[in-house]
């Protein structure tokens, strides 16, 4: 079966994680995503949270699979001349370095367009065009800069971070819509353009239905929230919880073993059209025949209550007897899933999405596979490049240069 971008060829300037989440997704589809390193340097993340002395780190590997690496020194006069032979045969060029990184290197957009004017030129920074523009940010600023932070945590503690990269990998995974819906214009058009995605709008866009409710603050106190109707609510929408954000109640509640194990909890969701089956299997039937409880506005002063009901039942079940016994009740209810389980969760291997990868210097190591699944167009995982592996291959087959040109660049300190 073809690979649905195969035809395609990346080059790649990012390092870190956002680029490198966007171009790793565009390699699973089939691009040739080919990863300029510095010489002798490469991806810093390369040598990040190392677990194993002198091997590309898990971070860089989980992050870098089924592309090709060369090193390259663009700064150089033999770097930049190689660098323009790549920018026109490759199709879209995607950086995610500070802003003005590219530019200093001698290749402005504007030089880019006029090497290749088909050229996509895709960029993630850390703010748009405004008073922070110019500044560096890593997936925490964004995640306080864009909304998520303060949106997250208990109702009256600080602000919290998520352990979801929605700063790095979301906005890679906003940038690759952004270059794949930029190829399909070009197909049209004949043009590329600039594509970019600021992290701040990346999480502020995930981020989409917290500014719903900051407009709807003004019309009242929003009644899905825990504050009401015994807490106070201020003028900015305030910090949830564990509460759903629906319309629906939804809470975290104890199962057995939770006095032992950290992760020992479930998620449950009483919606009103599921609320009967969840008071008969609580044990609490009377509730359905009492003004007090049987109906959603009932229920909505005491919602903590219902809750604490909910989890004497639940702590007398594991979480997966809790999903077992709602789940087929239409009761939405979730078991809170450590990363050890979800390693070892056999459905998630069967599918793809945790996949296990052989390195020639790690040996085997488990990885996310493409949690995007196109039925005509499957993705193989393959191994992350080490450091300047087709250095060769690409100067040779892609540039078009010969051995001795290769040898020259590389005494040079080119490549
Ligand atoms: N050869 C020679 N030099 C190279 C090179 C190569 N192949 N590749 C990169 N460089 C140089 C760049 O030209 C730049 O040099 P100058 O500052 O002299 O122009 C430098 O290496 C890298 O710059 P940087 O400022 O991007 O790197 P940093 O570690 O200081 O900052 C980061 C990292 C992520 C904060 C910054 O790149 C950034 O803000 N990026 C945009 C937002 C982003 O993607 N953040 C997510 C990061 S993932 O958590």
């Not at 609320?275 to 903590?304: M, S, Y």
């Amino acid at each position: 079966m073809s690979k649905a971008l195969e035809g395609v060829r990346i080059l790649d300037m990012t390092h870190v994680q956002s680029g490198p989440t966007c171009t790793q997704l565009l390699a699973w589809f089939g691009a040739d995503v080919i990863k300029v390193e510095r010489p002798g340097v490469g991806d810093a993340t390369r040598g990040q949270l190392r677990d194993i002395p002198d091997v590309d780190s898990l971070y860089f590997t989980m992050l870098n699979h089924n592309k090709r690496s060369v090193t390259l020194n663009p700064k150089t006069e033999t770097g930049k001349a190689i660098f323009a032979r790549l920018i026109e045969e490759c199709d879209v060029m995607v950086e995610n370095f500070a802003p003005g990184a590219i530019d200093r290197m001698g290749f402005p957009w504007e030089k880019i367009q006029e090497i290749n004017p088909r050229m996509i030129y895709a960029s993630v920074k850390g703010f748009g065009p405004g008073p922070y523009e110019d500044c560096k940010v890593y997936e925490n600023v964004a995640q306080c800069t864009g909304g998520s932070a303060s949106t997250t945590g208990e109702i009256d503690g600080f602000p919290m971070v998520t352990g979801a990269q929605i700063g790095d990998s979301g906005t890679g995974l906003h940038l690759a819509l952004g270059i794949v819906t930029a190829l399909y214009h070009r197909e049209k058009s004949g043009k590329g353009q600039r594509v970019s995605c600021a992290m701040q709008d990346g999480v502020l866009n995930l981020c989409r239905v917290k500014l719903r409710d900051q407009q709807r603050l003004a019309h009242g106190p929003m009644k899905e929230y825990p504050q009401y109707p015994n807490g106070k609510f201020g003028d900015a929408v305030p910090r949830a919880g564990n509460a759903s954000g629906g319309g629906q109640p939804g809470w975290i509640v104890k199962c057995k073993g939770w006095e032992s194990d950290p992760d020992s909890y479930a998620y449950v969701i009483a919606q009103a059209a599921a609320f009967p089956a969840l008071a008969k299997t609580i044990g609490h039937e009377d509730w359905l025949e009492d003004p007090e409880w049987n109906t959603p506005e009932a229920r909505l002063p005491k919602i903590d209550k219902m809750f604490d009901e909910v989890e004497k039942w639940t702590m007398t079940k594991t979480k997966f007897e809790v999903m077992n016994i709602l789940n087929p009740q239409n009761v939405p209810v979730g078991p809170i899933l450590s990363m050890k389980e979800l390693a070892e969760e056999p459905a998630l291997r069967e599918t793809g999405t945790v996949v296990e990868v052989d390195h020639p210097e790690r040996g085997k190591y488990l990885t996310v596979g493409n949690p995007i699944k196109l039925s005509d167009s499957p993705s193989h995982v393959e191994r992350s490049p080490l450091l300047g592996e087709h250095t060769d291959d690409i100067l040779r087959d892609v540039v078009g240069m010969s051995d001795e040109e290769i040898a020259a660049a590389k005494a040079e300190g080119a490549v």
